[in-house]
């Protein structure tokens, strides 16, 4: 009973999985290695070096005072666009984005004690432009660069991330239910039936459909543990959900991210522009020797009424990251220095490292690359065991009319 059910997920599931598992399996397995293509072949840097600027003891405008002056030249198609992200680099340029979406954003560069506006910039669809007199040239800055390429493809199938990163995300959970219930189906009922499941025992006359039974089978057991594992990292970087209740388990604080009690109905949201100009700052005053002031705003949405906003402050040794609630201007909590964390915490910061086999250097990423190239070939071999067992039924019906 048991092995029927898991054949049936396994046909199934595997069906309507088959395709994104192969595009996502294809494209983790190229870019298992990329930084050490990328050290061989370097790409030119597409993005200019950041130019030096002098403070002469002048104080760093306030973030209010840059947004205000960053509006002034947007263009029309991205007036309504809000504040993301804002970042003070001591005495070098500094950055302004506007826009969270990573396929729409606006980028400004300033001088981060008079407030000018040294550049300006437009990110559309992975493309990213040079606006110079309110218009946009035509002039693509990054050109094709291919291993983002192929990260786009293995993170959401190219495909506006709001469709593509839930379709991985989910099938890369039934892919776990494919390789559990793959073990079940695989598993002998004896010894005898044991011996062909482990390794290839294919003679001279081993028709094709053996062989290729034998590819899904044996490769699938060996690499089950590390499919396993990679699948699953992989959801705990995607879903949030789950990365919350692996978190929980283990025994981490009841929010993954610090966040603000639900406020009183009708309570009022500080204006992101007096917030902005409130936590800058309190964190100067907290770090006034720090180089670099980073400082990120989540608007409230009815998924999410309670978002904080988030600063990360870079020191000589040691980053400082810290939330604020939206509500009040309270700050909420540091997050943990390293040395401190939690079992939960510490594992959080392994679930990119597990995914792309980089954890245990060389030795790990060719595991990982052969995994990932075994999984690929997952869907092809399944669906033609499939196909020769539909085919064979279609004929003996055939011939069974006929005679």
Not at 202 to 210: C, E, I, P, Y
Request: aromatic content about 14%; hydrophobic content about 45%.
């Amino acid at each position: 009973m048991i092995k029927k059910i898991a054949a049936w997920l396994h046909l199934w599931l595997g069906l309507m999985t088959g395709i994104v598992v192969f595009i996502v399996s294809v494209t983790g397995c190229i870019h298992v290695f990329h930084e050490e293509f990328l050290a061989v072949f370097p790409v030119k840097a597409t993005q200019p070096i950041v130019a030096n600027i002098a403070s002469k003891g002048r104080p760093l405008l306030k973030p209010s005072q840059i947004v205000a002056l960053a509006q002034q030249q947007m263009i029309k198609d991205n007036a309504a666009q809000e504040p993301f992200m804002i970042r003070y680099l001591r005495d070098k340029e500094s950055l302004l984005l506007f826009g969270d979406n990573g396929a729409h954003r606006t980028w400004f560069s300033f001088d981060p004690y008079t407030g000018e506006i040294l550049d300006q910039k437009i990110e559309r669809n992975g493309a990213l432009f040079r606006v110079k007199d309110a218009k946009i040239q035509e002039q693509n800055l990054r050109g094709f660069e291919f291993f983002p390429f192929i990260l786009e493809g293995h993170v959401n199938l190219w495909l506006p991330t709001e469709i593509g990163k839930t379709i991985v995300c989910y099938s890369t959970l039934l892919f776990i239910v494919l390789l559990i219930s793959g073990l079940i189906l695989w598993w002998p009922k004896n010894k005898a039936a044991a011996k062909q499941r482990y390794w290839f025992r294919w003679k001279k006359g081993t028709k094709w459909r053996r062989k290729n039974y034998d590819l899904h089978n044996i490769n699938g057991f060996y690499t089950f543990l590390l499919l396993i594992i990679i699948a699953f990292t992989g959801l705990c970087i995607g879903l949030t959900w789950v990365s919350k209740g692996v978190h929980w388990m283990l025994g981490g604080e009841e929010e993954l991210v610090f966040h603000s009690k639900v406020p009183a109905p009708g309570t009022a949201q500080v204006p992101f522009v007096a917030l902005m100009d409130r936590v800058f700052e309190q964190e100067e005053a907290l770090y006034p020797k720090a180089h670099t002031y980073s400082m990120y705003w989540a608007y409230p949405t009815p998924k999410d009424p309670v978002a904080t906003t988030m600063t990360v402050v870079y020191g000589k040794d040691e980053s400082y990251r810290s939330h604020y609630d939206r509500y009040t201007q309270r700050k909420i909590g540091i997050e943990e220095e390293e040395e401190h964390e939690s079992l939960a915490h510490q594992l959080e910061h392994l679930y990119l490292p597990i995914h792309e086999g980089s954890i245990g250097g060389l030795t790990t990423k060719i595991l990982a690359f052969v995994a990932s190239l075994i999984s690929a070939s997952l869907p092809i071999t399944g669906f033609y065991i499939w196909y020769g067992r539909k085919n064979k039924k279609t004929k003996k019906k055939i011939s069974g009319a006929m005679a």
